[in-house]
Structures are given as structure tokens and as C-alpha cells.
């Protein structure tokens, strides 16, 4: 496993969503996206009974193998993992192999920061799969090579395995001095960040590559915006708002001004072609669909509480760690302040949702 770099094990900085199932837990503000991983259920079934060839999927003993890559806390990883062992039984049963159904096994994924007791403690108890947690950073090897049938990631690579250097170089045009993300920043700072996505997609790739039995899928439920729009959307937004907040917080003198120019979300947001072109240049997988999938929100009956609390479940432990949790209930009630001041946000951040859909299938290599 000579592939594992140091540096990024190093690097790979843990970024945990708010674990527990307190009132600003993952656990309870990841209604966003169990809404539209329930609109992509039915593409994943489909994915299944399409492009799964179990007749000719390398076997490991009866065991079929499922990873779920950057699970979080649940719950929306009980739903997918179960959706997708479902629809693989009923594939089985398709095959006219109802009497050769395999075990499965789950294996969840995450950073070792990640809340793995509250993971473990609400596992579905009359699950009809072997649980076993595996942590660490999706950008390097995770498992024995050929050991998955099928690898499921939603709502999670959109996160670098780390900072581009230069975004807190003073002395690098390609520093982001005020902000926090890169959706309003300077080309140089775009650019940083979209040339560390394509190297970190294309690792993710590889390994996984390594990872997958020949046949094996891999489905991908990615943020990605459409070619030509605006990068104020989703995530960059909302991380913008919060940027803005921690601002005027230092203008204030409530934050240190140079802790802010320091700070970034190592979080990217890529074009559909972006992706696209990476997955044109792997050799080691067909792609079987690539879609963009996308939701028109109702603005007005946005519930900007809500927002802010989803907002706060995904960042507030990363904004902790540097700037100490003596700020965070300030921090986010500014944040629902702008939001409702300002509700041409909310634009950017929920009136349209897109998100990549991908389905990929290894191949046998010559
Ligand atoms: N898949 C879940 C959770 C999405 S939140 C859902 O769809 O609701 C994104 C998760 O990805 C977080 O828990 C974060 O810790 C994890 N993550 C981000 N980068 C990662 C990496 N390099 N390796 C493993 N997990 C990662």
C-alpha cells in the first residue's frame, strides 16, 4: 500500500459534520439532501437492474461487498446502504437467482473524526447487513484490492483533501484575503481550487479502481453546477454568507481579521464538464449514466431557520476549531440575520439545487 501518500494522511484534515443528534446534529439537519437522495432512489434502482451483471461480477465467496464513502452519522446512509442492498436482491431474483442470494456486507466510511458511536448506536436494528466501520480519507486505499462490488458516495466529494497552498500565501496572487470559499474570489483563487478538485476526483478514481471487482458499480451522488452558470450556488454560497458574517464580526473586532484571511472551506463546487472530462480521461471505468440532476426550490417558503441550521450542522465544527466556540452563537445568528435581510441569497443557496449523477462501472484492464 505503497500508494498511501504521507502528506495527505497528514493533510487529510478531518471535517466532521455536527455529530450527537442535539438540534444543530447532522443527524437531524440532513433533511436537504435525504430529499434529493430520495428523488435519485429511483435512478439508483435502475442503475442496479441495468448495469449490475451479477452472472459475471467476480464473486467473494457469497458475500456481496457495499462501501459507502464519506457516510457521515446517518441518517441518510441506513436509507442509501438499504436502498441499494434491495434493489440488489431484486436483481437476484430477476436472474432467476433467488435461491443464491448473497450475504452483505456494509462497510461505512468516514473520516476518523466522524461521529462513528452515533453512527453505530442507530444502526437499524433489523438491518439485513453486516456492519463494519472503516475510517479514514477516501483519497487514499481503504481496502484490499478487489474486495467491492459496489461503491455508493452522496454529498461528500465535493470536499478537498486539502487546501491549495497558495489560497493563505500573502505573497501568492492566488490568495484569498476576506473570504472563506472561492465562488467571489479572484481567477488565481478559482483556479487553486479547481485544479486540487481535479486532482483529488482523479486519485479518488484510481483507488477506488483498485478497490472494485471487475464489473463492480460505483454511484455517485456529487454537488456540481451546470457549464456557464453562476458559482454563487449551493454550497459557495452558503459558505460566502457565512464568510461575509465573519467579516463584519472582525471589523468589530469580535474575530482576529488575519484568522479570517487564513481560513478557508477546502469545499469545491465543479462544472459538469469538469467532471465530465476527468471521467473521459479514466481508463478504468465505462461510464454507464452522467446526469445533472436538478430541483427548483419554492424561495418564499424557505424557512431561512431552517437554512441556517443546516448550514450551522455542516460548518460549525470546522469554524470551531479555529475560532473557538465562544463565537458560534453569535456567528450563526448573523448568518439568519443576513439570510433574512438579505433573501436574494437564498437564491444562490436553495432556489435551484443540482447535483451530479454518476454511474460508473469497472472494467477489466488488457
Ligand atoms: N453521505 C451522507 C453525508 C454527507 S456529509 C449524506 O448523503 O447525507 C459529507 C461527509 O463526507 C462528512 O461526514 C465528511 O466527514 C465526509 N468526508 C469528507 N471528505 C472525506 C474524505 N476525504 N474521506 C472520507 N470522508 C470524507
Excluded: W
Excluded at 102 to 127: G, M, Q
Excluded at 279 to 304: H, K, Q, Y
Amino acid at each position: 500500500m505503497g500508494e498511501m501518500g504521507e502528506e495527505e494522511i497528514i493533510s487529510s484534515k478531518a471535517l466532521p459534520m455536527k455529530g450527537g443528534d442535539g438540534p444543530y446534529s447532522y443527524t437531524k439537519n440532513s433533511y436537504c439532501q435525504r430529499v434529493a437522495l430520495d428523488n435519485i432512489k429511483e435512478m439508483i434502482n435502475e442503475a442496479i437492474a441495468e448495469n449490475l451483471d451479477i452472472k459475471h461480477l467476480s464473486p467473494i465467496s457469497n458475500t456481496f461487498c457495499i462501501a459507502d464513502l464519506g457516510c457521515s452519522v446517518g441518517p441518510n446512509t441506513f436509507t442509501s446502504m438499504n436502498d441499494i442492498m434491495e434493489a440488489t436482491v431484486l436483481k437476484y431474483h430477476s436472474e432467476g437467482l433467488s435461491s443464491n442470494l448473497p450475504e452483505f456486507h456494509v462497510f461505512f466510511n468516514d473520516h476518523t473524526a466522524n461521529d462513528f458511536n452515533t453512527l453505530f448506536t442507530s444502526l437499524p436494528p433489523d438491518r439485513q447487513y453486516f456492519a463494519a466501520g472503516v475510517p479514514g480519507s477516501f483519497y487514499i486505499r481503504l481496502f484490499p484490492k478487489a474486495s467491492l462490488h459496489f461503491v455508493h458516495s452522496s454529498f461528500a466529494l465535493h470536499y478537498l483533501s486539502k487546501l491549495p497552498k497558495e489560497i493563505t500565501d500573502k505573497n501568492s496572487p492566488a490568495y484569498n484575503k476576506g473570504k472563506i470559499s472561492y465562488p467571489t474570489s479572484s481567477k488565481e483563487v478559482v483556479e487553486a481550487y479547481a485544479s486540487q478538485f481535479s486532482k483529488d476526483f482523479e486519485s479518488f478514481l484510481n483507488f477506488r479502481a483498485e478497490e472494485l471487482v471487475c464489473g463492480g458499480l460505483m454511484v455517485l451522488i456529487m454537488t456540481g453546477i451546470p457549464d456557464g452558470s453562476s458559482r454563487f450556488q449551493a454550497i459557495g454560497a452558503t459558505l460566502d454568507v457565512l464568510g461575509y458574517c465573519l467579516m463584519d464580526m472582525a471589523k468589530m473586532g469580535l474575530v482576529s481579521e488575519a484568522k479570517v484571511d487564513s481560513f478557508n472551506f477546502p469545499v469545491y463546487s465543479p462544472f459538469r464538464r469538469e467532471v465530465e472530462e476527468l471521467l473521459e480521461r479514466n481508463r478504468c471505468f465505462s461510464v454507464e449514466r452522467f446526469e445533472l440532476v436538478t430541483r427548483t426550490r419554492d424561495v418564499a417558503a424557505t424557512d431561512v431557520q431552517a437554512v441556517t441550521k443546516h448550514a450551522r450542522a455542516v460548518t460549525e465544527e470546522m469554524i470551531k476549531q479555529r475560532f473557538g466556540s465562544e463565537i458560534i452563537d453569535e456567528l450563526y445568528e448573523r448568518v439568519f440575520q443576513k439570510l433574512q435581510e438579505f433573501p436574494q441569497f437564498l437564491d444562490g443557496i436553495f432556489k435551484r439545487s443540482t447535483q451530479l449523477f454518476v454511474v460508473l462501472k469497472r472494467q477489466a484492464m488488457d
